[in-house]
T-cell receptor, first 113, second 109 residues
Framework: SAVISQKPSRDICQRGTSLTIQCQVD?????MFWYRQQPGQSLTLIATANQGSEATYESGFVIDKFPISRPNLTFSTLTVSNMSPEDSSIYLC??????????FGSGTRLTVV | EDQVTQSPEALRLQEGESSSLNCSYTVSGLRGLFWYRQDPGKGPEFLFTLYSAGEEKEKERLKATLTKKESFLHITAPKPEDSATYLC??????????FGAGTTVTVRA
């Protein structure tokens, strides 16, 4: 299975600012995804990161708030823009396909104050 | 609409007391079923992928099985370090995962 390195592991940010989260995969994967996980809850899919094209967003999530890049098959970023306290959560990236199981990064714990 | 339901929500076991977790699903197209373990504050750790009914996979004290409508994760003689939340997810036709809410397992020494 692919190993995914995610950073930062945690951050405390001021409201109105933006944070970019990075994920690096140690091998090429077909699919990359970004999730949000609220405390005590399961994972909610934000978007699918498509290589070389715009991400595909799930209902309730928009590109202006969560811009995503995926320049190649091993790297992706998620930006949380114009943050408010409601954005405080754990953000997770995942990758898989191309012969790899779907694995996850270690997560980014975001607190907006 | 796709649905993944895990039961029970929580499970408290005595060390050595074997038990099973259930994951039932209704999806229009199943490409696979995944099991993950998640410890507090960490990302899900991949355990198993099952692709077809009748398939079984084992890893240490864990064994996963799959039927056409559900999957079971059997924990044999659990230890306190098996305490975690166990998540199942189905891989749909669009290659996205739909997750269940998870089962939180607590194993007491």
């Amino acid at each position: 299975s692919a190993v995914i390195s995610q950073k930062p592991s945690r951050d405390i940010c001021q409201r109105g600012t933006s944070l970019t989260i990075q994920c690096q995969v140690d091998s090429q994967v077909t699919m990359m995804f970004w999730y949000r996980q609220q405390p005590g809850q399961s994972l909610t899919l934000i978007a699918t990161a498509n290589q070389g094209s715009e991400a595909t967003y799930e209902s309730g999530f928009v590109i202006d708030k969560f811009p995503i890049s995926r320049p190649n098959l091993t790297f992706s970023t998620l930006t949380v823009s114009n943050m408010s306290p409601e954005d405080s959560s754990i953000y997770l990236c995942s990758g898989g396909g191309g012969g790899h199981d779907y694995t996850f990064g270690s997560g980014t714990r975001l607190t907006v104050v | 609409e796709d649905q993944v339901t895990q039961s029970p929500e929580a499970l408290r076991l005595q060390e050595g007391e074997s038990s099973s977790l259930n994951c039932s699903y209704t999806v229009s197209g199943l490409r696979g079923l995944f099991w993950y373990r998640q410890d507090p504050g960490k990302g899900p750790e991949f355990l198993f992928t099952l692709y077809s009914a009748g398939e079984e996979k084992e890893k240490e004290r864990l064994k996963a099985t799959l039927t056409k409508k559900e999957s079971f994760l059997h924990i044999t003689a659990p230890k306190p370090e098996d305490s975690a939340t166990y998540l199942c997810a189905v891989l749909r036709d669009d290659y996205k995962l739909s997750f269940g809410a998870g089962t939180t397992v607590t194993v007491r020494a």
